[in-house]
């Protein structure tokens, strides 16, 4: 499952969704936010998800990406057309 939207409020029912998912053998990718935060995103805080953030064409931490621990991977995100 990807997961390209998050918010900053965990609740049980999305809790309860993803380690139902999670449970099940199923994997869940997400974005860890775009406000510069130092703080991941939800779901992408949940343990046992793939959380990504952005970098730019230098591989660098895109300026807008946020950061944290739990931060699993990060792709490419700044100037795709």
């Not at 139902?20 to 935060?37: S, T």
């Not at 130092?38 to 970098?55: H, M």
């Amino acid at each position: 499952i990807n997961i390209s939207l998050g918010s900053f409020g965990s609740s049980m029912m999305l809790q309860n969704a993803v380690q139902y998912a999670l449970n099940n053998r199923v994997i869940i990718v997400a974005a860890v936010g775009n406000e510069q935060m130092n703080q991941l995103a939800y779901p992408a805080a949940y343990p046992g998800v793939i959380a990504v953030g952005a970098v730019d064409a230098q591989r660098k931490q895109a300026f807008f990406s946020n950061s944290g621990r739990g931060l699993t991977l990060a792709a490419p995100g700044v100037g795709i057309l």
